[in-house]
């Protein structure tokens, strides 16, 4: 897998792993909750295994931005849950780079 093509999965299972998480806290159905905890530690094992590299400052940038597509691409597909789903986007992403050590 070259370099540009780890750095974009590694943006959408970023970007995923964090729609997961914040659906998790905002959702009003708790049957969804263990399914979406699942579908969340996948993504985390995936990331994981993608972040170990060479990133320079700006592949973290564009994976950030990335990501942050991703995640809200995702989110759009739940009009059951208000705007405020976006709201934490951003602060998601940068927990979850930052636990992978990715700047």
Known sequence: MSKKEQLENLAAFIGLRAAHEILIKMTN????????????????????ELSQGNWNDADIQRMKDLAKKRCKKKLGKY???GEEKYDGVERVIENIMHDLELG
């Open 79 to 81: 009009g059951d849950i």
């Open 29 to 48: 159905k708790q049957e969804s909750v263990v399914h979406l905890g699942q579908e969340a530690d996948t993504y985390s094992d995936l990331s994981f």
